[in-house]
């Protein structure tokens, strides 16, 4: 079930932007043999998202990722790729994901800031600002509101604004959870039993409407 929901959410939602590797530096080149690998390289950096949270992204319109040459990035909104717009896409780049970053990850966590807070409107509030596109969630946005005062951002960034702070702290869940632990143990623990956890997504809260 979580590899098909994965390789579904491979399918949908990832892709290689045009020349992603022929521009990309001659050590990303190197690491990536073909276009496709970087998908494959990147899913596998998914692979502890639970299938109820990759649900809930491909439900929703808009989110997806595009591996590119350019800076690694989050941009709402629409964004051109080819001959059609995506809306709200994550910009990950492939020299980035050639090193193993936790940079690559960066821009997922906003992705999935925005998605959870408000199903990726534009003018709505992002789970880290306390938003939630049902009660559950929005449980989960105002513990991080609370959270992000404390200080205990694992790195400079991370303490620069509450988006930064729970966009580098996902994306250090994905990349090393032990490290969010030891920096950062109460959102280590939030995102464990919540967004990380199968049973969050199953509770009969998740379920109920946003009001």
């Excluded at 521009?23 to 990147?42: G, I, M, V």
């Excluded at 040459?69 to 780049?93: C, D, I, M, T, W």
């Excluded at 960066?106 to 959870?116: E, S």
Aim: charge should be positive.
């Amino acid at each position: 079930m979580k590899a098909q929901t994965l390789e579904r959410l491979k399918i949908d939602r990832i892709h290689v932007a045009p020349r992603a590797l022929e521009l990309s530096s001659a050590a990303a080149q190197r690491r990536f043999k073909h276009t496709w690998a970087p998908l494959e390289d990147l899913t596998a950096r998914l692979r502890s998202l639970p299938p109820g949270l990759v649900r809930f992204w491909l439900d929703k319109t808009g989110g997806h990722v595009i591996v590119t040459h350019l800076p690694s990035r989050y941009e709402p909104g629409g964004q051109a790729l080819k001959r059609q717009v995506l809306r709200n896409v994550a910009y990950v780049r492939l020299s980035d994901l050639a090193a193993g970053s936790l940079e690559a990850l960066v821009p997922i966590g906003y992705l999935l800031d925005h998605l959870l807070g408000s199903s990726g409107m534009m003018d709505g509030l992002w789970l880290s600002e306390g938003g939630g596109a049902n009660p559950a969630l929005r449980e989960v946005g105002a513990r991080v509101v609370k959270l992000f005062p404390l200080g205990y951002g694992f790195d400079e960034a991370a303490c620069r604004d509450v988006r930064t702070y729970f966009a580098r702290s996902l994306a250090l869940y994905l990349h090393d959870r032990r490290a969010l632990n030891v920096a950062d143990p109460q959102i280590e623990k939030l995102l464990r039993t919540t967004l990380f956890s199968g049973a969050f997504w199953r509770s009969r809260k998740m379920q109920a409407p946003a009001a």
